[in-house]
């Protein structure tokens, strides 16, 4: 039986990024937990975190791109932005005059 590490090396390896990974993992999590039929055959006793780790390293769920409109029309907050408008300061601050103690 393969351990849940390697299990979930295989989904990271299969989503290509770990925070990534783990968002789809824990999506999938509630999926099966509010009753989604497991694409893989669930073991007696396997919990839902390694069933859906199974189902990711297996390619049987995959991460897809969501649209513009499906983002706003989600529970989820989001706000579009352009990425051009998106401005950092990096500049260094000015410094502050060093003021002696008083005596």
Known sequence: ??????????????????YLATMLVAKRIRQLHHGAP??????EGESFFTVAMREIALGHVVMAPMTQDAALASTAMAVPFDMEA????????????IESPQD
Do not use: C, F
């Open 1 to 18: 039986m393969t351990t849940q590490h390697e299990l979930l090396d295989a989904a990271i390896k299969q989503v290509g990024n770990r």
């Open 38 to 43: 497991a694409y893989v055959q669930r073991q």
């Open 86 to 97: 998106l401005s950092v300061d990096v500049s260094q601050p000015e410094e502050a005059p």
